[in-house]
């Protein structure tokens, strides 16, 4: 890690700070859907990462070459329990929509 340890912190938990830090930035410039020029949080980072990868897992399910060459599959589920084929609100907009931020029992992000 770069820089002395402030007082009072152990050198393994300083590292790991770093290391997350060092993820974070790396998952930053891999999501093309995060805004380059604007400050984002932790937990908006990994929203940007989960919407990126179930869309990436959608357009692997549903590609014409690979329909093509497959039989038909059993019907996939994401996580959560959703079939691929229900449609998907992703994250960032459910953390940014002030109407949707209202959880009713029962109900999963992950499945809007």
Known sequence: CK????????PSA???????N?????????VPTI?????????EILQHVIDYI????????????????????????????CPAGTPRTP???LNTDPAGSVNKPGDSILCR
């Open 3 to 10: 820089g002395g340890l402030p007082s009072g912190e152990e």
């Open 54 to 81: 179930l869309d990436l897992q959608l357009a692997l399910e549903t590609h014409p070459a690979l329909l093509r060459q497959q039989q038909p599959p059993p019907p996939a589920l994401h996580p959560g329990g």
């Open 35 to 43: 805004p380059p020029n604007k400050r984002v949080s932790k937990v």
């Open 91 to 93: 994250l960032t907009a």
């Open 14 to 20: 300083l590292c790991l700070q770093c290391d997350m």
């Open 22 to 30: 060092d993820c974070y930035s790396r998952l930053r410039k891999l």
